[in-house]
């Protein structure tokens, strides 16, 4: 049609840019996708050769299939190029929505001016049929994913997508991400991919949930190599940059702050540090009249991908309470519980989006001491209010536990409330070492395993 007015520029980089990572963004191009739709040659050609790869694959194109194919061709070349380098994007919904709505207006064009026809020749019950086939064809259209998967007929195509995660992690395109540095816990999860999951570390004040998001953060970074993206949102960000740096040292931040380490130390610490691969990042946000919500995490990640140049591989979130939903919404204090699972989805969608891993950590509101000091007795959904609200959308919420004898013997005990993918139910005993910024004392707990 030489009516149809082509797909905007900027929108295509969004929708090619999700085509290099999701097989069924490809499979929309194959069916969907036409070149009247396209503003130029070097689109069309790249949207054939992508369609091409994935009929003969069954799966997306790396960008190095596609440089290889258009080795000869330079605009398409540079084209997948700024396609790859692509920091800021739309969710995928966003963009199938996008895309679904203007096939949707073009056959509604096209539409009209057939009908226009068969009404000036005075076909009228023709031209009312036809209207009645496209209403009846938008109610049943949809780009989005089919809820519906054929194991059996999609068993191929899936494995082919595991070879291809596998081999994209074997290459060191993507780092595998599949400890909490905590031992136990890591046995419990056995290797399982964390990425596009997320967990929640729920505590009372004071017990130390910000103590354990650092914690995963700073060995995320030294132990694995993994870069970390910090989103603080209590607390200024000296506060928690200068914990993490007594973290790295194991002193206490007080000495880090005060400047009160000796120039011997810091030259053996700086040349300890230089030879960590990870990354730990903080982005701050002051809580003085600011309402910070999911959609700045969205846009907190962009920033981070334009300024590194690749996503971060865990994301930390300190702490959800103080994190609002993205619908902008007024949430009364009695929807809290519907605010908090409205957030959590949110999280769920951008760790989905993103493949990271988000850890995030919650503020239960626990007034009975005496219920906190029986050591028989752990946080669960069932007995914490707070933990109603967000167990359902998270793959783990653990809690933390901490008597006031505990607190005096520098232990805890972490419970595993809820696990999709390991039994949950465990309580683990743990040991402490907050004056030198330790979260998880490995040698002391071994030895209170031992005396158990």
């Not at 132990?223 to 206490?252: C, M, P, T």
């Not at 939903?325 to 605010?339: I, M, N, V």
Request: hydrophobic share 35%; charged share 30%.
């Amino acid at each position: 049609m030489s009516n149809v007015t082509s797909l905007s520029e900027s929108f295509l980089f969004e929708l090619y840019y999700a085509a290099f990572k999701y097989n069924n963004v490809c499979s929309v191009l194959a069916q969907h996708m036409k070149p009247e739709y396209l503003p130029d040659r070097e689109f069309q050609a790249l949207n054939k050769g992508i369609v091409s790869y994935y009929l003969q694959y069954k799966t997306a194109p790396t960008y190095g299939n596609m440089i290889q194919r258009f080795s000869d061709n330079e605009d398409v070349k540079d084209l997948i190029t700024d396609i790859e380098e692509l920091s800021n994007i739309s969710t995928l919904d966003a963009i199938l929505d996008t895309l679904e709505e203007y096939i949707k207006n073009v056959r509604l064009q096209r539409i009209y001016t057939d009908v226009g026809k068969l009404y000036n020749q005075g076909q009228h019950e023709k031209a009312r049929d036809l209207f009645q086939e496209y209403g009846q064809w938008v109610a049943e259209f949809t780009l989005k994913t089919n809820d519906f998967v054929d194991v059996i007929g999609t068993f191929d195509e899936r494995y082919q997508e595991n070879v291809k995660a596998a081999k994209e992690l074997a290459r060191g395109n993507k780092k595998e991400v599949s400890r909490f540095y905590i031992d136990e816990l890591d046995e419990l999860n056995a290797g399982r991919n964390l990425r596009t999951q997320v967990s929640c570390f729920m505590a009372p004040t004071g017990v130390g949930k910000s103590h354990i998001a650092r914690h995963i953060g700073l060995y995320a970074a030294i132990d694995d190599g993994l870069n970390v993206l910090h989103f603080q949102l209590e607390g200024s960000r000296e506060e928690v940059v200068n914990a993490y740096s007594g973290a790295l040292i194991q002193k206490n931040s007080f000495y880090y702050e005060r400047g009160r380490i000796s120039e011997t130390e810091m030259k053996a610490f700086s040349k300890q540090l230089s030879s960590y691969a990870g990354t730990i990042r903080v982005r701050s946000f002051p809580r003085f009249n600011n309402h910070v919500s999911t959609i700045d995490v969205k846009n907190g990640i962009a920033e981070y991908r334009k300024v590194v140049g690749c996503n971060p591989d865990i994301v930390i979130i300190d702490s959800l309470d103080l994190l609002d939903d993205s619908s902008g919404r007024k949430w009364d204090s009695k929807d809290e519980r519907h605010k908090r699972i409205a957030t959590t989805n949110d999280l769920k969608d951008i760790a989905g989006d993103e493949d990271v891993w988000i850890v995030t950590t919650y503020q239960a509101t626990m007034e009975n001491r005496d219920w906190l000091n029986d050591e028989k007795n752990v946080l669960t959904e069932f007995n914490c209010s707070e933990a109603k609200g967000i167990a359902r959308p998270m793959t783990h919420l653990v809690t933390l536990n901490q008597s006031d004898n505990e607190r005096v013997e520098n232990i805890m005990r972490l419970h595993v409330a809820k696990s999709r993918f390991f039994k949950k139910g465990k309580t683990i005993k743990i040991a402490t070492r907050y004056d030198d910024e330790v979260f998880y004392d490995r040698a002391r707990t071994i030895n209170l395993m031992k005396t158990a």
